[in-house]
């Protein structure tokens, strides 16, 4: 019994694979905002009784009474408040991208029909 292997075209795996990457580059960059301001890191500060508070204080606790500069809420406070800068777009679409085709890649499989 021989084996046929059926491969799509190059160019519909391709087309495949560039939807799927940006996709992932573009749903980042959209739902990154919208995760963080849900988390509790709003612009007018850190939410009551939210995750982002509660996260608040446990980095005050494990800090000495403080959120340290430049750590974990500080940047998710900044990203709540005024967005993201384009670089900081460029990064997560290259994140979400990489993710993407990531995704792409694993799903890939071809197809063995075998013949009787």
């Known amino acids: 019994m021989n084996n046929v292997f059926l491969f799509l075209p190059f160019y519909i795996l391709l087309s495949g694979k560039v939807i799927?990457?940006?996709?992932?580059?573009?749903?980042?960059?959209?739902?990154?905002?919208?995760?963080?301001?849900?988390?509790?890191?709003?612009?007018?500060?850190?939410?009551?009784?939210?995750?982002?508070a509660k996260l608040m204080a446990w980095f005050a606790v494990f800090n000495g009474g403080g959120v340290a500069t430049g750590g974990l809420v500080a940047i998710l406070q900044s990203i709540g408040a005024g967005g993201l800068s384009w670089l900081g777009n460029g990064y997560l679409a290259g994140a979400g991208m990489t993710l993407?085709?990531?995704?792409?890649?694993?799903?890939?499989?071809?197809?063995?029909?075998?013949?009787?």
């Open 20 to 52: 799927v990457t940006g996709a992932g580059g573009a749903a980042t960059v959209v739902l990154t905002p919208a995760i963080v301001a849900g988390l509790g890191f709003t612009s007018a500060g850190i939410a009551a009784g939210s995750i982002a």
């Open 100 to 116: 993407g085709w990531m995704l792409s890649t694993i799903c890939n499989q071809t197809i063995i029909i075998q013949q009787n």
